[in-house]
């Protein structure tokens, strides 16, 4: 199982940014995916998840309404597009998968078995 994070960077304040995460070596419309974040200092959070099956997405309150994840099985690639970025949203972000979960466990970084390496975003104020 391999999971390619890209597309950090560094933004002002009020830019957009897409991540890519990139995957192969399981079936992946079998699979959920989420997208991890860890800002320096603090604990791995939960950013936003997609299900596999009807697609149920999940977003931390933080990113709601700036943030959608996507999923295309043909290029077993998930995205986050992230738009009106804010200095807080600056963290190593990380994407993450698992076998299907309950909906209840979709966005608990304990319920995903394999992680990509990070890609760095950076907003600056």
């Known amino acids: 199982v391999q999971l390619q994070a890209s597309g950090g960077g560094l933004v002002q304040a009020g830019g957009s940014l897409r991540l890519s995460c990139a995957t192969s070596?399981?079936?992946?419309?079998?699979?959920?995916i989420g997208w991890f974040r860890q800002a320096p200092g603090k604990a791995r959070e939960e950013v936003s998840c997609?299900?596999?099956?009807?697609?149920?997405?999940y977003y931390a309150d933080s990113v709601k309404g700036r943030f959608t994840i996507s999923r295309d099985n043909a290029k077993t690639t998930v995205y986050l597009q992230m738009n009106s970025l804010k200095p807080d949203d600056t963290a190593v972000y990380y994407c993450?998968?698992?076998?299907?979960?309950?909906?209840?466990?979709?966005?608990?970084?304990?319920?995903?078995?394999?992680w990509g390496q990070g890609t760095q975003v950076t907003v600056s104020s």
């Open positions: 070596g399981f079936t992946f419309d079998s699979y959920d």
């Open positions: 997609i299900a596999t099956g009807n697609g149920s997405t």
């Open positions: 993450a998968t698992t076998s299907r979960v309950a909906l209840s466990a979709l966005a608990l970084l304990s319920s995903y078995d394999y």
